[in-house]
C-alpha cells in the first residue's frame, strides 16, 4: 500500500473515534441533565407543599375565636410568621431554583450539584418552621375539644374522691379543714377553667388543666393515706412506744443492760418525726408519711426482736456461766492426775516428750480460760454489757473449753489404751496366725499340679511380719506405734496371702471345670481341640488364669456366654 493510502485510513480512524467519542459525552451529558431536572422537580414539588392549605383553615378559625387583647396579639404574630414564610422564604427558594435550573442550561454541573445540596437544606428549614407554625395554631383550635375531654374525666375522678372523704370525714379528724379547703380550691379552678373557656383565653387554659389534674392528683392521695397516717402516728406508734417502754424499764430492773439500744433517744427523735409528719399534712404534703411511719414500725419491731434476744442471751449465759466452771474444774482435776504419772507412762511405752507436751498444753489452756471466765463474772455483776455480748463471750469461753476438753480425751485415750494396744496386738498376733494356718490348709486341700511362686513369696512375706510382732511384743519398753505399724503389717501380708489362695484356688476349679465341659466339642472343630490342649498345658504349668481364659475364648466359638452359664452352675453347687 502507498503512503497515501495509509494516510487517509489515519485520517478516517481518527474522524471515527472523535465521532465516537462525542456520541459517549452527549449521551452521558443527556443522563446528567437528566439526573438533575428529576431533582429540580422534586424541589420545585417541596417548595409548593410549603404553604399548606391548613394553616389558613387553621388561621381563619382563629380569628373567628378572637375575643381578648392578648388572642389578638397572639393571632397577629402568627399571621406575620406565616407572611414571613409565604412573602419571603418560598420566594426567596424561588428564586434559587430558577438559579438551579440556569446553571443547568449552561452545563455547570459542579457549581449546580453544591447549590442543590444548599437549596435542599433551605427547603427543609422553611417547611419546619411551617409544621411548627401549624403546630401552635392547632393547640388554640383543638384545645376546647381536648380540654374538654381531659376536664370531663378529671371531674369524674374528683367526685369519687369526694364521695369518698364525704362517706368516711370521721377518719379525717383535725385535718378535715385543710382538705375542705382543697376541695374548694378545685371547685374555684373548675370555675376558672368555663370562665377562660367562654373567654376563649386558651393561653390561660393550659395552666389552668394542669392545676386541677395538680390538686386533684394531690387531694386524692391526702384522701387515701391520710387516715392511716393518722392511724399510725397517733395509735400504733403511740401504743408501741407505751409497750416498749414498760418493757424496757421491767428488764433494767430485773438487772438486763439496755443501753445499746439508745430507746430515750431514738423515741424523741420519733416524735419529732411524727410532728413534722402532722405539719406537713396540715398543709396536705404527705411524700414519704407513710413510708417514714412504716420505718418506724419497723424499728419498734425490731425492738421486741432485740429483747426477745437479750431474754434469750441471759438463759444461755446463765446457763454456761455455771456449767463452765464446774468443768474447768474438773479436767483441771484430771489434768493434774495425769501430770502426776507422767513420768511412769513416758518409761513403760517409750513415750518422748513432744509426745506428752499436750498435757503441759492443756494445763496452760485451763488456767487462761479460767481466767477469762472470772474477767466476765465481774463484768456481768457490774452490769457493765448487755447479755447479748456477755452470752457471744460465754459462748466464745465455752467453745475453747470444749476444744481443751476434745485434747484432755485425745490424751487420755491415747495414754489409757497404750495397754489395751498391746493386750489387742496379742490377740490380732493369734488372728493373724490363725488366717496363716488356714491358708495353708486351703492351698493344700486342692490337689493343685503346680503352686504359683506369688504363694511361696506372699508366705514368706507373712510369715517374717508375724515374727516382726513377736520381736516387738518381746520388747521392754514397747513402742506402741512400732508394735500398731508391725500388727498391720503382718495382718495386711496374712489377708493378702490368703486372698491370693481363694483366687488362685477359684481359678484353677473354674480352669479345670471349663476344660471339662469343653472336651465335648472337641470332635467338632481342630481350632476348638487346639484351644484346649493350650488350657491344659497352661493349667499343668499353675498358669490357672491364663488357661481359664483361654478354655473360654474357645468355647465362645461353639456356645457364646459359656462363663456366666459356669458361674451360674458353680454358684448353684456352692449353694
Known amino acids: 500500500m502507498s503512503s497515501t493510502t495509509y494516510f487517509l485510513l489515519g485520517i478516517t480512524y481518527f474522524v471515527l473515534s472523535a465521532i465516537v467519542l462525542i456520541v459517549i459525552l452527549n449521551v452521558i451529558s443527556r443522563h446528567e441533565k437528566k439526573t438533575y431536572e428529576s431533582e429540580i422537580s422534586l424541589l420545585e414539588r417541596d417548595k409548593n407543599l410549603i404553604i399548606s392549605a391548613s394553616i389558613l383553615s387553621e388561621l381563619n378559625k382563629v380569628e373567628a375565636l378572637i375575643n381578648n387583647e392578648k388572642m389578638r396579639e397572639i393571632y397577629d404574630a402568627w399571621q406575620q ?140 392521695a391526702v384522701i387515701e393515706e391520710t387516715p392511716s397516717i393518722i392511724l399510725m402516728g397517733r395509735s400504733l406508734i403511740p401504743s408501741k412506744i407505751a409497750d416498749i417502754k414498760a418493757i424496757a424499764n421491767k428488764m433494767i430492773a430485773n438487772g438486763y443492760n439496755l443501753d445499746y439500744i ?104 485451763l488456767i487462761i480460760i479460767k481466767d477469762n471466765y472470772n474477767a466476765l463474772v465481774a463484768a456481768h455483776r457490774s452490769k457493765s454489757f448487755a447479755f447479748t455480748r456477755l452470752a457471744k463471750e460465754v459462748e466464745l469461753i465455752n467453745v475453747n473449753l470444749t476444744k481443751t476438753e476434745d485434747k484432755l480425751e485425745i490424751a487420755l485415750r491415747t495414754l489409757g489404751s497404750l495397754k489395751e494396744d498391746e493386750l489387742r496386738a496379742r490377740e490380732q498376733l493369734d488372728e493373724i496366725k490363725l488366717i496363716l494356718n488356714k491358708s495353708k490348709s486351703k492351698i493344700r486341700s486342692y490337689k493343685l499340679p503346680v503352686i504359683p511362686a506369688n504363694y511361696f513369696i506372699e508366705l514368706s512375706e507373712a510369715t517374717a511380719a508375724i515374727k516382726e510382732v513377736i520381736i516387738e511384743l518381746d520388747k521392754k519398753p514397747i513402742s506402741i506405734k512400732i508394735l500398731n505399724t508391725r500388727v498391720d503389717t503382718a495382718r495386711d501380708l496374712v489377708l493378702k496371702l490368703y486372698n491370693t489362695t481363694k483366687e488362685t484356688i477359684k481359678s484353677a476349679r473354674m480352669a479345670e471345670m471349663t476344660i471339662v465341659y469343653g472336651n465335648r466339642y472337641r470332635p467338632l472343630d481342630e481350632e476348638i481341640t487346639a484351644g484346649l490342649n493350650l488350657a491344659e498345658e497352661q493349667f499343668n504349668k499353675g498358669l490357672y488364669k491364663q488357661s481359664l481364659e483361654s478354655s473360654i475364648s474357645t468355647i465362645n466359638l461353639v456356645e457364646p456366654g459359656i462363663y456366666k452359664k459356669l458361674i451360674a452352675d458353680t454358684a448353684k453347687t456352692n449353694n
Do not use: C, H, W
Open 81 to 220: 410568621r406565616f407572611k414571613g414564610i409565604k412573602d419571603i422564604e418560598v420566594p426567596k427558594i424561588t428564586d434559587e431554583l430558577l438559579e438551579l435550573e440556569d446553571l443547568m442550561l449552561e452545563k455547570k454541573y459542579k457549581e449546580l450539584k453544591d447549590k442543590i445540596t444548599n437549596t435542599e437544606i433551605e427547603i427543609i428549614a422553611v417547611k419546619n418552621q411551617s409544621n411548627r407554625l401549624l403546630e401552635e395554631i392547632r393547640e388554640i383550635t383543638l384545645s376546647e375539644e381536648k380540654n374538654r375531654e381531659t376536664i370531663t374525666k378529671l371531674k369524674a375522678i374528683y367526685r369519687e374522691i369526694a364521695n369518698k372523704y364525704n362517706q368516711s370525714k370521721s377518719d379525717y379528724k383535725e385535718f378535715t379543714k385543710p382538705i375542705e379547703l382543697q376541695f374548694e380550691t378545685a371547685d374555684k379552678l373548675f370555675l376558672a377553667f368555663e370562665n377562660a373557656m367562654e373567654e376563649n383565653a386558651y393561653s390561660e387554659v393550659g395552666r389552668i388543666v394542669k392545676a386541677i389534674d395538680d390538686t386533684i392528683g394531690n387531694l386524692s
Open 262 to 365: 439508745n430507746l430515750d433517744y431514738n423515741i424523741k427523735e420519733v416524735d419529732k418525726k411524727i410532728a413534722d409528719i402532722f405539719e406537713r399534712l396540715n398543709v396536705l404534703n404527705i411524700e414519704d408519711s407513710i413510708f417514714e411511719l412504716k420505718t418506724m414500725i419497723d424499728y419498734f419491731d425490731s425492738i421486741y426482736n432485740d429483747f426477745d434476744k437479750e431474754k434469750q442471751a441471759k438463759k444461755i449465759f446463765e446457763e454456761y456461766i455455771r456449767t463452765i466452771i464446774i468443768k474447768a474444774n474438773k479436767l483441771e482435776k484430771i489434768n493434774n492426775s495425769l501430770l502426776k504419772k507422767i513420768n511412769a507412762i513416758k518409761y513403760s511405752y517409750d513415750l518422748t516428750d513432744n509426745e506428752v507436751k499436750v498435757i503441759e498444753v492443756i494445763k496452760e489452756e
